[in-house]
Each structure stands twice: as structure tokens, then as C-alpha cells.
């Protein structure tokens, strides 16, 4: 039987279009690949035609639109069969409250403060629950008839725009029928708002800025055991072997949590033929660089962001920075560092979109400051100033205090934090951003539980703030090379060396070997394909800043009234993303690529939130980007530029493709658990959602991997199946540098996996623009370089533009 913790994962988007029946029909193609888990996204009852699951409105049932639980054992009966388990996604921080699905929330709605449930959610009940989901205000809302009472069920119920159904407080359903709708709302515990006013007055906690996702308080003991019942069922029935815990730094106390979830599985007594082992726990934890993760959280590690983070920079070469971020500043006439665009997103989204949220954790600092005697003199203006000027420069998702944060980590931030925050602070405020920041560290004068709120309120802000300002803004808006803006990445860092690289893989063999490795997910901006073929660029600068300048000019007829910035973004996605085979004269191929690119520059343009925004979009200044894309993809109006543009992704190709076997390689022979998100054992050049969602054409796939036609398909088939043969060498053996010399050392990495007298060894090239464009015979581009033990690289890797050599089975 298969251990709990997986050897390889395989992910599934389920939605009502992709059902467990479907995966059930996938399972001998999941097999063959040599995958050992299905990775599942929420399985539970989210709102009805959830493309994603994490609007759960019912987390105590598994979601009927995916077949339910019949279904969902047929799956897992399907999977057993072959030896092969499965691992879900839990959403513990927030559930989906819009469309009156939502049972909880309803009787909140319904009876207020008195409702059982309104422990379940974050609300402060100083005044009512404000509900932003109206168009306009509510005066002239009620004027146009918008809002009508309705019966349902047997029950009066608010009913707007036909889409939002309200519920009414039991003392007025004898009267709702013939009330004046405008006094009936007044009686309610809500208060119907427009939906311009939550960030200024929400005044319960929503994920980011969601107001259709509202945070549950999953540290409160009744929360957790209603909101996790169904997955400790399904565990001790032997149905799931672990879970991947989604957004687990919007908890009020992560590490507590955590160890909360480990204990409660490993009180469950399993099934005598379920998988071996303790339950496979991974989070989706965002690591900043060098930020550690404590290794007495109970988990197995992080969901992957941080090695896709670290696998990227290593295919970029550090010598395109300067010259890239030259080439940005002249086109975009904006800064060439991303720190301005950091601090200029930080600022604004706090004060706009953040606005409640960031006066309710002054409001809590305040009253943490008079309990304390000591802290006289310290003005709500002041702790407003110090707050406001810390998150601006708050170089982690948030801090854990002292219990959470791995041995000096917490501490290590702080420092990072003052002298950051140094510049901003008005003269002789310094002090108030020392006491805030003992606080945080779980010091300082004042009654413990205002302590405890107010920390948990700016750990709660802190990591919201990271999340859109940096990755949904700043990403947007700072374009010196668009491989460098995905989820959990640093913009401001060009590449990651060998050494740096190796002694990160060193650190998570000792101390995450059961940690996910990813490149690819439900949530990047680009395919792990389109940032390989951007990692290109780092490495000829010059060449590219040639190509660029050149469809510039080609494309002025089309690009007036454009901003140069986002006619540059769209030419690096244009070339990055290109189809497989997409000539410049296939009408039909080009026009599809042009709809998916207008697709992807309407949410980039919104979020970046400069020239348009989802809360006022500028659709004159679109239709301008818009008509842009299109033109420059259409063949009949840019023969120039699509000639130009193929021969240069033809030319860049082979690069791109080592590149891709390099992450590929990479992903499957480090320590860790290697996750593949679904379709892309093929070539991904998707874009941000929808795009990296479209549905996947496995027979295409079957194929391909049946004929080994697919150079990368096959790769991962022939690592997996090594994974198979040697699942405790990948599961516990050691990494082993092997150290390089030559003329070309900064282009291959090379180490051993070892355990108990087998070894595996990977060679794999780096950065292989100049020997892929290079005129020179392979052998004479890698010349003298070799491993220390004396074998010549070009020996071990030959003329192969994969640039991947594993020797297995060496003994020891």
C-alpha cells in the first residue's frame, strides 16, 4: 500500500465541467505518468457554478456539483485500485457568502449577533453588519424598485436585482408582506450599502478585498470542528491520505492551527488497508527570500511556491538586469528598481482599498495603549502614522509573534522592518514604531488580551496588503521582465546563483524532504513555460532590446493614445506566451491567440489599476490596448512584425526548450515532493486565470506520452518512473553538490542524490542562450568545463538541446 505522503502529485481543477467522474476516467493516464497522488482543489459545496471551490458556502458536504460523495468514493476506490491516494485542498480562513447559499451566514443575516453562528465569522457588532452589494446608494436603489420582498420556501426574504437573496428577522415575517420596504430594511442586522462603501465601512474581515468571501474564525474550537468534521470523516474512512491547507497566513494564529490540525489527525485510527503513515499536510505559505519557515508548525512544508520561486531565478542570468531594467525605464519612463512601485501600491491600497481595515487595527492599538499605563502620550494620530508607515515597508506576509516564526526569523523581520521604516517616520515618532514592534514580538506593557487582538489585526492587514499590493499591483505595473513578477516571487532579483540555489536544496532535504515542488498553478501570471522562455531574455539583453525597438516602430500606426509601459508588457507576453506552430499567416490560429491576449490585458490593465481598474475601467483606454493586440495579430495588417516576431521565437526556441527540461529536471530530482499541475506535462504557455484554467485535452496527452513524442512529456515520465524505483532515495536521500570548474561553471548544475549506496546524479545546463545561438560545435562552447571529479561536460551532456543527463543506480 502507498504511504500518505505522496511521491508525486498530480493537481485537478474540479468544477461542475470537470466532475470526479471525469478524474475517475483519468486515473490509468495518472498511473502510467507515475503519479502516486491526485491533488484535488476544494472538494467541498462551494457556490453554485464555482469555477475554483474556494467560495465553499457548505464545508460539511462535498460539493454535489462534482458528483457528490458517491462519486467522489468511486473515485478514490479507482485510484486504490492502483496503489495511488489522494490530496485535497481545505479553506479554513473564509467561506463564500454571495447568492444567499451560504446557511451560516443566513442565520447571522436573519438574527444578528444572537445567531449561533455568529462566532463563525470575524464581524465587529458594535454597529450593523454592512452589506455592500448594491449598484448604487440604497435611497436610490429602493426609488427604482430594485429591492422586493419575496417568498420562498415559506419565508418572506429581501430579494435585489432578482440575484441577491436576503433573509428577514423573524419578528417581521408577519408584516414583510405588506411593510414599507424601506422600514423593513431599517429593522434588519444589516445594513444594505453600496458596494463603493466596503472598503471605508466593512466592518466584518473578507479575504483581501473579496466581498463575497467573509473570514471565519477558524481559532475558535467550535469553528474548527464544524468547518473540518467532513475532512477528518473522510481521513479516518481512509479516503484522503492529507490536505493542502489554502491561505493559512490569514489565520489569527497559523502555528496554532497547524498543530492543532496535525494532533487532530494523528488521533484518528485508520482503516487497516489505508495508506501507511501520518496525514501529508502542506500550506500555501508565501516565503519572502530568506524568510524561514518553523519547522515546529507539524506540516510537511509549504504548497511550492518558494521552489518555483527559486527554480525560476536560477534560469535567469544576472547579467540581464541592469540593461533590462534600462530598456524598461527608457520605453516606460518610470523607475528601473521595482522598491518605488512596491512602496507606491503599499501606499495607495492601504489607504483606499484597506481603509476599514487598517482604522480598525489602529482602533485596537489604541485601546491596547491606555490599558497600559506607561504608554500615556501615545495619540491615536501617532499609532495611526506608525502603523500606516510600517505597512508600507513590511517585507514578509506577516510575523507569528514569539511561538511562530522559525528560531531569530521573527526577530530577524523586525529588525528588517525598523530600519526599512526609518526614512518615513516623522521626527521623534520613532519610539511609537519601537513599541509597536515589541508588541508584535509579544512584549510590552498592556492588558494581554487587547495585546493578542491588536497583533492578531495587523498580522491580519500585513499579509492582505503583500497579497494585492505587491503580486495584484505592483506586478502589474513594473515591467523589466514579466518572468519575474509571479505569485511568491521577488521582482527585485534578477536571478538566483548555483551556490545560493544548492544551499537552498540542502536546507530542505534536512528539513522539508516531504515539501511540494511546483512550477506551475491554479494561481500563477504565467505558464512555467512562457517565464522560461522570458528567462531567455536575461541573457540577451541587447539582442532583445533590438527586436523590441524594432516592432515598436512597426507598431506605431496601431499603438496611439497606448502608454509605451503596457505596449512593452504586451510585446514581452505576446513573445513569451507564442503558440507551438503558430505562423504568422494562420488567420484563425492568430485571431483565437489575439482573443486570450485581450483576455489577459483586460485584467492586467485592472489590476494595475493606472490606466484602468475593475472598480472604474476605462474602457476607451482598453479598446486602445485592445485594438493594439489585435492588430498587431492580425496577418493582413502586420506581415512585418508577425515574419519578425515568429523567426524570433523560432531563434530563441531551442534556449527555452533547455530551459524548460531544466525546471522539469530540476522539479523531479530535488528534494521534495514534485506536484504537476494539470496539463502541463506538455508545453505551458498559459496566462493568468481563466487562461491557466481552459480544459485540458488528455487524449492529446495519452498520446503523446504512449508515442514519447513529447520531448517534455517524457522527461517527466522517465523521472517519475526513477522516482518509482528508488521512491526512499527521492523520500530521504541526501543532496550532494558537485562542485564545477571552467570557462562555462555558471551554465550547469550538478549533484548527487544519495541514499544507502545508490546514487542518482544530474547534470543539467543553465542559461544555454549562448550555446543554443552560438555558431560554435557544442563541444567547443562548453570547453574545458568539468566536473571536479574530471568528466568533461560536454562528454555528459553532448549536443542535445535538453541539456539533461541522470545517471542512476551507482553504487556506493
Given amino acids: 500500500m502507498t504511504s500518505s505522503t505522496p511521491r508525486a502529485t498530480y493537481r485537478f481543477q474540479f468544477h461542475k465541467d470537470f466532475t470526479f467522474a471525469d478524474a475517475e476516467a483519468r486515473v490509468p493516464y495518472l498511473d502510467d505518468l507515475g503519479i502516486s497522488h491526485l491533488y484535488a482543489s476544494p472538494i467541498t459545496t462551494a457556490r453554485s457554478g464555482s469555477t475554483h471551490g474556494y467560495d465553499v458556502v457548505d464545508p460539511t458536504r462535498i460539493n454535489p456539483e462534482l458528483g457528490g460523495e458517491e462519486a467522489f468514493r468511486s473515485l478514490v476506490a479507482a485510484l486504490r485500485t492502483r496503489d495511488m491516494g489522494v490530496i485535497i485542498d481545505i479553506v479554513p480562513n473564509h467561506m463564500g457568502v454571495a447568492g444567499g447559499e451560504n446557511a451560516w451566514w443566513n442565520d447571522v443575516l436573519a438574527h444578528g449577533k444572537t445567531s449561533e453562528f455568529a462566532r463563525y465569522f470575524d464581524v465587529d ?143 484518528i485510527e485508520r482503516p487497516a488497508d489505508a495508506p501507511t503513515g501520518p496525514a501529508y499536510i502542506v500550506i500555501e505559505k508565501i516565503l519572502a527570500d530568506d524568510e524561514p519557515l518553523s519547522t515546529d508548525w507539524s506540516v510537511d512544508g509549504t504548497s511550492g511556491y518558494d521552489f518555483m520561486a527559486q527554480v525560476t531565478a536560477l534560469l535567469h542570468a544576472p547579467g ?162 514579466l518572468s519575474r513578477n509571479d505569485v511568491g516571487f521577488d521582482a527585485a532579483r534578477m536571478s538566483l546563483d548555483i551556490d545560493a540555489f544548492h544551499a537552498a536544496m540542502i536546507e530542505r532535504a534536512r528539513d522539508w524532504p516531504s515539501a511540494m515542488l511546483a512550477t506551475a498553478t491554479h494561481d500563477h501570471k504565467r505558464g512555467e513555460d ?68 485581450v483576455a489577459w490585458q483586460e485584467k492586467a490593465l485592472r489590476e494595475a489599476k493606472l490606466q484602468s481598474s475593475w472598480e472604474a475601467p476605462d474602457e476607451r483606454y482598453e479598446t486602445l490596448c485592445h485594438d493594439l493586440a489585435r492588430a498587431l495579430l492580425d496577418p493582413e495588417r502586420s506581415t512585418a512584425f508577425l515574419d519578425d516576431m515568429t523567426a524570433f521565437v523560432d531563434r530563441i526556441a531551442p534556449a527555452a526548450d533547455a530551459n524548460s527540461l531544466a525546471q ?95 546514487a542518482v546524479r544530474c547534470v543539467v545546463a543553465l542559461r544555454s542562450a549562448g550555446r543554443c545561438l552560438d555558431a560554435t560545435d557544442t563541444d567547443g562552447w562548453w570547453a574545458d568545463t568539468a566536473l571536479s571529479s574530471g568528466e568533461r561536460i560536454a562528454d555528459l551532456l553532448g549536443e542535445s538541446a535538453a541539456s539533461v543527463v541522470v545517471l542512476d543506480g551507482a553504487a556506493r
Avoid at 364 to 391: N, Q, W, Y
Avoid at 676 to 688: C, K, M, R
Fill in 530 to 597: 512562457v517565464r522560461a522562455r522570458l528567462a531567455v531574455l536575461s541573457e540577451v539583453p541587447d539582442l532583445w532590446r533590438a527586436r523590441v525597438e524594432h516592432w515598436l516602430e512597426l507598431a506605431t500606426p496601431y499603438a496611439k493614445g497606448v502608454d509605451p509601459a503596457d505596449a512593452y508588457m504586451l510585446l514581452q507576453t505576446l513573445f513569451g506566451a507564442w503558440p507551438a506552430n503558430l505562423c504568422g499567416s494562420n488567420a484563425e490560429g492568430l485571431s483565437e491567440y489575439a482573443e486570450r491576449i
Fill in 320 to 481: 540581464g538586469a541592469e540593461p533590462l531594467a534600462g530598456l524598461w525605464a527608457d520605453i516606460s519612463g518610470r523607475s528601473a528598481d521595482f522598491a518605488p512601485e512596491e512602496l507606491r501600491a503599499r501606499q495607495e491600497l492601504l489607504a483606499w482599498q484597506f481603509d476599514a481595515q487598517h482604522r480598525r487595527c489602529v482602533e485596537a492599538f489604541v485601546a491596547l495603549a491606555r490599558s497600559a499605563p506607561e504608554c500615556d502620550g501615545l495619540t491615536t494620530g501617532m499609532l495611526h502614522r506608525a502603523i500606516k508607515r510600517l505597512l508600507w515597508v513590511f517585507p514578509v506576509y506577516r510575523t507569528y509573534g514569539t511561538g511562530g516564526a522559525a528560531p531569530g526569523g521573527d526577530a530577524r523581520i523586525r529588525e528588517t522592518v525598523r530600519q526599512r521604516v526609518a526614512e518615513f517616520v516623522p521626527p521623534g515618532e520613532g519610539p511609537v514604531v519601537d513599541r509597536i514592534l515589541s508588541w508584535l514580538a509579544g512584549e510590552g506593557p498592556g492588558d494581554t488580551a487587547l495585546a493578542a487582538d491588536a497583533v492578531r489585526q495587523f498580522q491580519q492587514l500585513s499579509a492582505p496588503i503583500a497579497a494585492k499590493a505587491v503580486e495584484d499591483t505592483a506586478f502589474y505595473r513594473y515591467g523589466r521582465l
Fill in 125 to 267: 457588532w458594535r454597529e450593523k453588519l454592512v452589506l455592500p452589494i448594491l449598484g448604487d446608494p440604497l435611497a436610490e436603489t429602493l426609488a427604482r424598485g430594485a429591492i422586493t420582498v419575496e417568498q420562498v420556501d415559506g419565508r418572506y426574504i429581501l430579494e435585489a436585482y432578482g440575484e441577491h437573496r436576503l433573509p428577514i428577522r423573524d419578528e417581521d415575517q408577519a408584516t414583510a408582506a405588506t411593510d414599507d420596504v424601506a422600514a423593513l430594511i431599517d429593522r434588519q442586522h444589516y445594513r444594505l450599502a453600496s458596494w463603493r462603501v466596503a472598503n471605508d465601512e466593512l466592518n466584518w474581515r473578507r479575504f483581501f478585498t473579496i466581498n463575497d468571501l467573509a473570514g471565519l474564525r477558524a481559532e475558535d474550537p467550535i469553528v474548527f470542528d464544524a468547518t473540518h468534521a467532513l475532512y477528518f470523516r473522510l481521513y479516518a474512512e481512509g479516503l484522503i491520505d492529507g490536505v493542502r491547507v489554502d491561505h493559512v497566513d490569514g489565520l489569527t494564529d497559523p502555528a496554532g492551527y497547524c498543530r492543532h490540525l496535525r494532533a487532530r489527525f494523528d488521533a
Fill in 664 to 758: 522539469v529536471a530540476l522539479r523531479y530530482t530535488v528534494p521534495g515532493v514534485p506536484d504537476l499541475y494539470q496539463g502541463t506535462e506538455t508545453t505551458d504557455l498559459s496566462l493568468v486565470d481563466p487562461d491557466n484554467r481552459r480544459p485540458v485535452d488528455y487524449s492529446v496527452r495519452q498520446a503523446m506520452l504512449a508515442s514519447a513524442s513529447d520531448p517534455k512529456a517524457t522527461l517527466i515520465a522517465r523521472l517519475l518512473a526513477l522516482r518509482r524505483q528508488h521512491p526512499t532515495l527521492f523520500t530521504v536521500g541526501a543532496y550532494e553538490p558537485i562542485a564545477i570548474t571552467g570557462a562555462r561553471a555558471a551554465h550547469v548544475i550538478t549533484f548527487d542524490r544519495t541514499h544507502h549506496g545508490v
